[in-house]
């Protein structure tokens, strides 16, 4: 039984990297190739005045940008680039989480089934909320600005570099670019398949041994909570404590044997946008000067509390088209 899980998930792993990485890594050269030029500078500089809102100095818009188009790694380096306080260190993050690599997720969520325009808006939106929320929070607790006032502005030790130090569109030779492109795509084939593999094994052991079974009757009142069935809980467990790319993946697999119902892929998608990748996430920004006490718990219960609200609201729904 061991050898067949164990046989059974690596296949399993190669098939789900094979399918996420035929949308991360065309969407990931795109990034790569902006990211040489000025296009996150112009599209920084147009949105700088909107940090007010957060409280945030207008430099702050330069993490938040690439981690628009990156991931909470590209948007944790540039954040050193600079010489944030906590208080903007943390609503950066909290902004940057709801929404950060919005090209690539957006396209694996429409492809696993999820609404994907709708998660897009719903991100943006969440982003918003919590940047405020958090800027209010932050202000009171532990030094921040109050939204709508502009605080002074911070250091800047050269985080990016403008499109024009090569003497043309790009910042770069031809070669260093390619080979940062190659280094990238490695660097995700061998993230991916290090994370999947053993847990598409780990899956199909507890499968065999009927663990999932055993952990729905235990986080039963979870699931009554958010109003999801308790084949929806893996995927839910998998993207809280490993991010979005790895949950989509086990959500995947699953459809390939038993779809799904559209109501708990809408109440994942909601959940897990709100909070993802918990541990890793939290520790990340924490060594970039955020608070990861307002980001762990504020994060956990934005999705805790939106997913089940969201969850009534459909049932409601339901219950008024069948009156």
Known sequence: MVSKAIK?????????????????????????LLR?????????????????????PGEAVVPIVVGAFADEYATAAVMNGFSFNAAHSTIIAMVVLAFHSLPVETVITRQIGMPAFRMALLRLGLAVFTGI???IISALFIGGNMPGTLPDAVVAGGAIQSGSAAGGIFDASREVILNEMGMGVLNTVFLLLRVLIPLMIGIELMMAYKIIEAMAKKLGFFCKLLDIGK???LPLLVGLFLGVTYGAGAIAEMNRVRPLPKKDMALLGVFLFSCH???????????????????????????????????????????????
């Open 8 to 32: 059974d998930g690596i296949i399993k792993a190669l098939r789900t990297a094979a399918f996420l990485l035929a949308i991360i890594i065309p969407i990931s050269l795109g990034v790569t």
């Open 36 to 56: 040489h030029t000025g296009f996150f500078l112009w599209l920084a500089d147009k949105i700088e005045p909107a940090m007010r809102i957060f409280g945030l």
């Open 133 to 135: 929320v958090v800027a």
């Open 231 to 233: 084949e929806a809980l």
């Open 277 to 323: 990748g918990i541990i890793e996430n939290t520790y990340l920004f924490a060594l970039a000067g955020a608070n990861a006490i307002i980001i762990s718990v504020f994060r956990l219960a934005i999705a805790i509390g939106l997913t089940a609200a969201t969850g009534r609201l459909v049932l409601r729904e339901k219950q008024e088209e069948n009156i």
